[in-house]
């Protein structure tokens, strides 16, 4: 193989690189801009929408995130008054979280979240595609350092627990809280 073509290897992997990481931010975007919720406020109220009245704790657990991230998250959910906090009828010491008329609303009008649409055409693939893709992107984010790094499977623009809570519009200042 030539040089040349060992670049254009290289250009068109950063190129589709870059691709995914544009179609996540431009996705997560996107849903803060429509619906004013991030990727990871989307999937805990589809949770308790889903599962019912559930502790933070058990919400951390579905959606992959830490007790800490969680908390921040509901209690961004909870600000707009898109999930209730209430306490166990039984357990008094046990804290329920469960989605409000307003939060089922917005969640049914949201899009479907990009790992959605994901992993519905991940699993139309065959065992040793999947197995292909999943070994190359571990490779890859060895390659890049990051194999490390923790990751809750949501596909999102920044931090999981403040992604894009505070979007910054060029050369402007951060602009309000749209959690």
Known sequence: MTSKQKNDLSDNMLIALRRVIRAVDVHSRSLVASHGLTGPQALVLRETLAGGALTAGELARRVSVSQATMTDIVKRLETRKLVRRTKDAVDKRRVLITATKAGEKLYASAPPLLQETFIRRFA?????????MVSTLQRIAEMMDAENLDAAPVLTSGDVG????????????????PA
Do not use: N, S
Request: aromatic residues 4%; without cysteine; proline residues 12%.
């Open 124 to 132: 139309a693939l065959r065992d040793w595609e999947q197995t292909q």
């Open 162 to 177: 403040d992604p894009m809570d505070k979007p910054v519009r060029r050369g402007k200042k951060p602009v309000a809280d």
